[in-house]
């Protein structure tokens, strides 16, 4: 059977297409990706703006008609934060159903969280123990831990990577004034979540899952022994810090030199980087792992267990 999960996030709009059989793992076919940036887009009252909403449309559009060229058997179309957030969400979602011609399932944070971690699990398997997850997307920040398939504790808060380069890095570099007051703002955000995740066990394994995790894992990052690729790639907490006046102190376009930071995050990379290190600090956190699979794949592996296959 092949499907296809179409998600619809506060930067990207990506089309994941993989086949699936009873016992067997997904395996991707193809992956489709339309960078937006829909923070960009935002109008004075929290309204993503027409010329926002016709880029959103044409970008589903595009992936739909990838999904028939495909013969995708089910598209399971989601969408995050910056679409449910958005003053004119109702519009905007049913704009995107009639590019779509389906319905459009809107998850919530935490829901964001418990699909990810899902994901995340199943590629470190049983044997990983306890998990402690980091997800940054453009609009909020996930974090979910547990020891089985489904975490203990999940929590999603506004801290993304997009969000917070609009809010508090606007100039290009930002300046280290600007990362500070952001790395204030970060703390006070994660202080709560921190108290509630103070009571869990501690993680046998910490995993970030993101786009932007993988950007500066390959920036700041080294491979595990004995191992390649970005699967299995660690990033410690001190290097990423040592970094983040670096970035900081460079504009978006010698920042996209750099290994592993992609134009289309050059950008929002310090807001990403900031948000994450507090993150780190905040649940005292060393190192943590980076896992390839995420919100898609959790997408579909829970589609795939309710076939009862």
Not at 59 to 71: L, P
Not at 99 to 127: C, D, H, I, K, N
Not at 144 to 159: C, I, K, N, Q, R
Not at 161 to 169: H, P, S
């Given at each position: 059977?092949?499907l296809?999960?179409?998600?619809i996030?506060?930067?990207?709009?990506?089309?994941?297409?993989?086949?699936?059989?009873?016992?067997?793992?997904?395996?991707?076919?193809?992956?489709?990706?339309?960078?937006?940036r829909?923070?960009?887009?935002?109008?004075?009252?929290g309204?993503?703006?027409?010329?926002?909403?016709?880029?959103?449309?044409a970008?589903?559009?595009?992936?739909?008609?990838?999904?028939?060229?495909?013969?995708v058997?089910?598209?399971?179309?989601?969408?995050?934060?910056?679409?449910?957030?958005?003053?004119?969400?109702a519009?905007?979602i049913?704009?995107?159903?009639?590019?779509?011609?389906?319905?459009?399932?809107?998850?919530?944070?935490?829901?964001?969280?418990?699909?990810?971690?899902?994901?995340?699990?199943?590629?470190?398997?049983?044997?990983?123990?306890q998990?402690?997850?980091?997800?940054?997307?453009g609009?909020?920040?996930?974090?979910?831990?547990?020891?089985?398939?489904?975490?203990?504790?999940?929590?999603?808060?506004?801290?993304g990577?997009?969000?917070?380069?609009?809010?508090?890095?606007p100039q290009?570099?930002?300046?280290?004034?600007?990362?500070?007051k952001?790395?204030?703002?970060?703390?006070?955000?994660?202080?709560?979540?921190?108290?509630?995740?103070?009571?869990?066990?501690?993680?046998?394994?910490?995993?970030?899952?993101?786009k932007?995790?993988?950007?500066?894992?390959?920036?700041?990052?080294?491979?595990?022994?004995?191992w390649?690729?970005?699967?299995?790639?660690?990033?410690p907490?001190?290097?990423?810090?040592?970094?983040?006046?670096?970035?900081?102190?460079?504009p978006?376009?010698?920042?996209?030199?750099?290994?592993g930071?992609?134009p289309?995050?050059?950008?929002?990379?310090?807001?990403?980087?900031?948000?994450?290190?507090?993150?780190?600090r905040?649940?005292?956190?060393d190192?943590?792992?980076?896992?390839p699979?995420?919100?898609?794949e959790?997408?579909?592996?829970?589609y795939?267990?309710?076939l009862?296959?």
């Open positions: 059977m092949r296809g999960v179409l998600d996030g506060s930067n990207t709009v990506h089309l994941l297409v993989a086949d699936a059989r009873p016992g067997g793992r997904p395996l991707a076919t193809t992956s489709r990706r339309t960078v937006l829909l923070m960009r887009y935002l109008g004075p009252d309204e993503i703006t027409e010329e926002g909403v016709s880029a959103l449309v970008a589903v559009a595009d992936a739909r008609a990838v999904a028939a060229s495909e013969k058997d089910e598209l399971l179309a989601t969408a995050t934060s910056a679409v449910r957030e958005a003053a004119n969400g519009e905007v049913a704009r995107i159903e009639a590019a779509l011609g389906q319905p459009l399932q809107v998850l919530g944070g935490e829901s964001e969280a418990r699909y990810t971690f899902l994901a995340v699990r199943r590629w470190f398997g049983w044997a990983a123990g998990i402690l997850l980091f997800d940054i997307g609009g909020s920040l996930e974090i979910a831990a547990g020891g089985d398939e489904m975490p203990d504790a999940a929590a999603s808060v506004p801290l990577a997009g969000r917070m380069t609009i809010q508090f890095l290009d570099p930002p300046g280290e004034d600007a990362v500070e952001l790395r204030h703002h970060a703390r006070t955000t994660l202080a709560p979540v921190a108290e509630a995740f103070g009571s869990l066990p501690r993680p046998d394994h910490v995993v970030g899952s993101s932007a995790i993988r950007s500066l894992a390959k920036l700041v990052g080294y491979p595990v022994p004995g390649s690729g970005i699967e299995r790639m660690v990033l907490r001190a290097a990423l810090g040592s970094w983040i006046p670096r970035l900081a102190r460079i978006a376009s010698a920042r996209q030199e750099l290994p930071i992609t289309d995050r050059a950008f929002q990379i310090v807001a990403g980087a900031v948000v994450l290190h507090e993150a780190m905040a649940l005292d956190v190192e943590l792992e980076v896992s699979w995420a919100l898609r959790g997408v579909l592996l829970r795939i267990e309710e009862g296959w």
